[in-house]
């Protein structure tokens, strides 16, 4: 783990806190924002394989879901 100043441990502590995510994981972001800039933050995008649900089905959820649970009982 790289060292950080007081002010760099505050930072990060703040930033978990604000993000309500571990400080393990404000540090890792840190430091691969220092080893490789903005860059090394994007999204990668969803992890696991593709969804197999149909477009189809997608259409029909979705507007099943517009209607509310009142409809559905």
């Not at 441990?9 to 890792?28: D, E, G, I």
């Not at 490789?36 to 979705?62: H, T, V, Y």
Request: glycine fraction near 10%.
């Amino acid at each position: 783990m790289p060292s950080y100043s007081r002010k760099g441990w505050r930072r990060c502590r703040s930033v978990a806190r604000r993000l309500r995510v571990s400080r393990k994981s404000a540090y890792a972001w840190h430091a691969r924002w220092r080893e490789a800039g903005g860059e090394a933050l994007r999204s990668k995008g969803p992890s696991g394989p593709p969804s197999r649900m149909k477009p189809d089905w997608r259409e029909w959820l979705a507007a099943e879901l517009e209607k509310g649970p009142a409809s559905h009982g």
